[in-house]
């Protein structure tokens, strides 16, 4: 059998097609480029994949599945299963693939033509969508010691018509976690807006903001299997609300979007969900001995933080991850954005992966 290139008759349109809208042309494309080397500590992943033994329960229940039915409308039976772990009401569960989705579905529920609110720097997710989907996007810069501006997000909250807040537990990118009584005053000051709390990393902080959320119909938790469950790639995140606001957020969500094979290995997953605290464990007792093993270093400063990632200050940091990638290390450059001039930032890997990563530190003069 012979194989032909396929004949382009077609040449790239030059000019965007009239039909694409301003805002979308506007918006830069999602920024990431994935990197082959031996230490991937550049998307805040869980540095272990799902245990071998529960994958192995998984395909034997997606083989046990029909593939040809659809599943269910809106992940019930799953979202049921959520609703006994976190002790909600079920009602109050909206499942999609991934929470980036979550992030896109309530901007169109709260966002377009209204505000969306959030600090500065903040998840890149939250501003790209409402850039996209035309929200007067408003962002009150952190305090230099990345806690939040109460005050400054106070005066956005009245000075704005509402829409979405959005509060990061821990931060990200700084891994900051603030006071509970800062949170629950912003919370609180948020009367009439969509307040999210984003709990992405909850697990290697030990905060949970779920009393604060279930004391007012306009909050929503948003949680996530891809970073302390180890399944970012089977995409699974879910918001934790109201069963008013989980009932307006689900006519957003497209019909049977979670599908048979995931559902399989979520349930799974759910069963035996005791990997999952001693790998936050672990995570809490490396992310210590980072910083400790770094402190004394003569350029470069590791910075704390509550999260499954961290940031190191650098005097250059082009030099500094260039440095990292000659010993087979990725991390995410964050120097452009406001108050990480210099910054990198790094997941915990495994040990020996996070020794590596001491190591090139070490060797960098
Ligand atoms: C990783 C992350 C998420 C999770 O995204 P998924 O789409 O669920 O993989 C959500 N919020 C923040 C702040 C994150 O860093």
Redesign the pocket.
């Given at each position: 059998m012979t194989t032909e290139l396929p004949v382009s008759g077609r040449a790239a349109p030059a000019t965007d097609p009239a039909g694409v809208r301003g805002a979308v042309r506007q918006v830069p494309a999602y920024p990431f480029t994935p990197i082959d080397v031996p230490h991937k500590l550049d998307q805040?992943e869980n540095a272990y994949d799902f245990p071998a033994d529960l994958k192995r329960l998984a395909t034997e229940r997606m083989l046990a599945r029909p593939w040809n039915r659809y599943p269910d409308l809106h992940a019930e039976t799953l979202a049921d299963r959520i609703a006994a772990f976190e002790n909600w009401d079920p009602a109050g569960v909206v499942l999609t693939p991934?929470?980036?989705?979550l992030?896109k579905l309530l901007t169109e529920l709260g966002g377009i033509g209204q505000t969306v609110l959030t600090v500065s720097p903040t998840?890149s997710?939250y501003t790209l969508e409402a850039q996209m989907l035309g929200a007067t996007l408003v962002q009150v810069p952190l305090n230099p010691d990345f806690s939040l501006p109460v005050e400054g997000l106070r005066a956005a909250l009245r000075d704005n018509p509402p829409g979405v807040l959005y509060i990061?537990q821990p931060h990200?990118p700084t891994g900051f976690v603030d006071p509970e009584a800062a949170v629950r005053e912003l919370v609180e000051a948020a009367e009439g807006w969509v307040v999210v709390l984003?709990e992405?990393?909850h697990q290697y902080s030990g905060t949970d903001f779920r009393d604060l959320v279930q004391a007012g119909t306009n909050r929503l938790s948003?949680r996530?299997?891809?970073?302390a469950w180890g399944l970012?790639g089977i995409?699974?995140?879910y918001a934790l609300t109201s069963p008013l606001l989980a009932g307006h957020l689900r006519k957003l969500v497209p019909a049977f979007n979670i599908g048979t094979l995931a559902e399989a290995a979520l349930e799974v997953a759910l069963e035996h969900p005791g990997y999952v605290r001693e790998r936050a464990q672990e995570v809490r007792r490396e992310r210590e001995r980072i910083l400790a093993a770094l402190q004394d270093h003569p350029l470069w400063t590791v910075l704390p933080s509550q999260a499954n990632f961290y940031l190191i200050r650098t005097p250059d940091a082009e030099a500094a991850y260039r440095h990292l990638l000659a010993h087979g290390i990725v991390v995410r450059r964050q120097d452009r954005l406001p108050l990480l001039e210099g910054c990198l930032r790094v997941a915990v890997g495994t040990p020996a992966e996070n020794d590596a990563l001491i190591a090139a530190a070490r060797a960098f003069r």
């Open positions: 805040n991934g929470s980036n989705v992030i998840f997710v990061t990200a984003d992405a990393y948003l996530t299997f891809s970073k970012a995409r699974l995140g």
